[in-house]
């Protein structure tokens, strides 16, 4: 017989999914206003710039980036530099849509050491198998990764370059998940010994306060390839 705690889990697990589906039938951008009693609010509203800026700017870039039908994109070969949000999270639930060219990269990070720098937490976005990062360095490297350090579960669902995948962030307290497509790839703690264990043997070793917890931007990386964001919603948690 299985426990109550057990049908708890498989409810909230059901009403998690419910609620991924109702945002994906949902116009472009928007929000319901059930989404927006549960504390949903839009970083991105399919128009404009706001709320954006680039890195150690002030204003949204001239050049790199572009709004167009409903979407924040990075163009391909400018490499003018990553957005941040004008505005810092500490507890939340991010969700986001992307479109990654063929053989591209890209990455959302977080919790960033420096609120002015691009350096921090990257929850992993890649052409797994034509990008050169992914293809020489395996899954540690690949979508859904923590970069570098926590590679994704291996029954993921990537959708090809060309089609839309929708990702989640969960950042609690010291706990953090990352989601694609409904399906969570990786948990870990901030200041955990595994944690601390991984980032000695990692390219951040030498970054001091590398995976400690703080306020910080979101950050949209421009890798030099062309990718499309959308529907980019934030839900703050207690």
């Not at 057990?6 to 949902?26: E, I, K, P």
């Not at 150690?56 to 400018?78: D, Y």
């Not at 998940?177 to 990692?202: P, Q, R």
Request: with cysteine; hydrophobic share 35%.
């Amino acid at each position: 017989m299985k426990s109550p705690l057990f049908h708890t889990f498989c409810l909230l697990t059901v009403l998690q999914f419910a609620m991924l589906h109702a945002f994906a039938d949902r116009a472009p951008n928007t929000l319901t206003t059930e989404e927006q009693a549960a504390g949903w609010k839009l970083l991105f509203d399919g128009k404009t710039s706001a709320g954006w800026r680039g890195v150690e700017m002030q204003t949204f870039p001239a050049a790199g980036w572009k709004v167009e039908n409903g979407e924040l994109k990075v163009l391909k070969g400018f490499k003018k530099g990553d957005l941040v949000t004008t505005e810092k999270f500490e507890n939340y639930e991010l969700v986001w849509e992307w479109n990654l060219s063929e053989g591209g990269n890209s990455g959302v990070k977080y919790n960033l050491v420096n609120p002015q720098a691009p350096l921090g937490c990257e929850f992993q976005l890649l052409d797994d198998l034509k990008h050169d990062d992914g293809v020489r360095n395996g899954p540690i490297h690949h979508t859904g990764a923590l970069y570098d350090l926590i590679p994704p579960s291996d029954d993921k669902k990537l959708n090809p370059p060309g089609q839309w995948n929708e990702c989640r962030l969960v950042v609690k307290g010291k706990h953090v998940e990352h989601w694609l497509n409904g399906a969570k790839l990786v948990e870990y703690k901030f200041g955990s010994e595994d944690l601390k264990a991984k980032i000695a043997k990692s390219k951040y070793k030498d970054n001091q306060g590398f995976g400690d917890k703080r306020k910080s931007p979101i950050l949209l990386q421009d890798h030099g390839d062309a990718v499309a964001f959308r529907n980019i919603r934030i839900r703050i948690l207690k």
